[in-house]
């Protein structure tokens, strides 16, 4: 496998996960790696060789205490940093520390994903009312094409009333909500990240808390991060039980197409993330109808 740029984005990327960490340590900030970069220092101790991003994951009131301390002290420290959701127009479910030297695909500043964990108490109702709000996010922003979702209420109230302008964001916005409440680290909880399964090829089930506490730490290119106590159960839940047998060669390649160095400067950068993000915006805003009138032919 060949990708251009590949090694200085991962070491990018290293820099910024070691101050998160820094931070996290000096400020008592709960954290650990997640997904494919708990992968990558199971089996790899580090980077799996074709990864272009790194993420971590935070209970969500440790999540905002971080979010303070980025903006406040490392982004101003080092202009070459930013927060993307802070150069949104409309609010994201997660945070990004993100490099504009580095680009992704001609147009992204690389990035790591910080991503909100939700404690659910450990009830049927309450597993099922997350599940359902996950996946009407997935429906209407694209992630799945068909929503399976037992509480239909939620459809009349956030599809069904109102203008169709923005109403992708507006539904956001309230499940931003929802998560932020569920920020109660209760052994007796169930822990999901925010977007349960759906950038993930199987069901993953909600974790208990003896999975992830205490936390542990691990290797990752020579430096030791938190991560999730029971790795082998954190890791089959994710990729199957044969996680740690890496795939065939031809699905060895990284997210983006293609990574370089900057061409325009934070200030652009920035200007650039907001105008791709309100077109997104835009054209949801016209595709949503569709949509809706397919699910109201079903019956919802």
Known sequence: MNFKYLSETQNALLEMAKI???????????????TGTVLGAVRNKGFIEWDDDLDMCFPVGEYDKLINILREEVVKENPHYILYNDHRPHAHYSEYLADTRIMSDHLYPIKID???????????????????????????????????????????????????????????????????????????HVYENIYNDIFFSREVNPYNYEDLFPLQELEFEGVKFFAPKNTDKYLSNLYGKNYIIPPPEDKRKPYSKSLGPSKVSPFIAKKLIWTLYFLKAVKGSFTLPSKIKKLKAKGY
């Open 20 to 34: 998160i960490d820094q931070k996290c340590r000096e400020n008592n900030i709960t954290y650990w790696i997640c």
């Open 114 to 188: 910080l991503v909100k964990v939700k404690s659910i108490p450990n009830t049927p109702e309450a597993i099922q009312n997350d599940v359902d709000r996950v996946n009407l996010y997935a429906y209407i922003f694209g992630k799945k094409k068909e929503l399976k979702i037992e509480n239909k209420s939620l459809v009349e109230e956030h599809l069904y009333k109102g203008s169709f302008w923005f109403k992708r964001e507006r539904y956001l916005k309230n499940f931003i909500a929802y998560v932020n409440g569920l920020d109660q680290i209760d052994e007796s």
